[in-house]
């Protein structure tokens, strides 16, 4: 298969205050780290869209290896990020897999099986679940944390994914019962994604931890 990979990194960062995408992170920006993720997801195409602070990205992250797609209308939502990028696509992708430009603690194994599991489908989500100990027992349970990303779209999908418009209009693409879903089990938390100041120090605690 040809699978192209697609990072959004076009938001104003409203609720932050400051453009997220530049954020210290393990030595280099926020945006950085997310990117070499991607890089190592081994996609065959590697899309990133920007908007908000497009020119301080340029200067400050390395783009090498990705083709950077500019959304004038980034203030609108995600979803004209994911329609402008869509028409980016190389012609013989067989689907593309959505990634968050704010979220680098998704593992590119994860991805890989995404893709690997989802990609006779038409749409692919991963749900992530975890171990927990049991009450007065010495064994564990799994519980699910939730949907969360990164997303798998199939190129017959690919129409719709041009059409969108607003915020949240990929999850709302997704619960609408337009096209079979595969769910695919990821071990671990739903990775951090940063939206506000509180998102990016748990973000930083995370890291701390596992270090």
Partial sequence: MFVTGLVLAAGGSMRLGEAKQLLPYRGRTL???????????????LLVTLGGSAQAVRQS?????????????FSSGCG?????????TAA???????????????????????????ADTPLGVCRYTRSVPLERSTGT????????????FR????????????????WKLLHSGAY?????????????DVDTR?????????DRAVR
Avoid at 141 to 152: A, I, K, M, T, Y
Wanted: hydrophobic share 45%; proline share 4%.
């Fill in 141 to 152: 349970e799994r519980v699910s944390g939730g949907l969360g990303h990164p997303f798998w």
């Fill in 92 to 118: 013989r992708a067989d689907g593309l897999v959505l990634l968050l430009g704010d979220q680098p603690g998704v593992r590119a194994a994860d991805v890989r099986r995404l893709i690997r599991e989802a």
């Fill in 155 to 170: 190129r017959d999908v690919f129409g719709d994914l041009a059409a969108l418009h607003g915020d949240k209009a990929v």
């Fill in 180 to 192: 079979p879903v595969t769910e695919v089990d990821v071990d671990g938390e739903i990775p951090v």
């Fill in 31 to 45: 945006l950085d780290a997310t990117l070499d993720m991607a890089r190592a997801c081994g996609f065959d195409q």
């Fill in 198 to 206: 509180a998102d990016y120090e748990r973000l930083l605690a995370d």
């Fill in 80 to 88: 004209s990020s994911i329609a402008t990028a869509v028409g980016a």
């Fill in 61 to 73: 992250v390395n783009l090498d290896g990705t083709h950077a797609v500019e959304n004038r209308d």
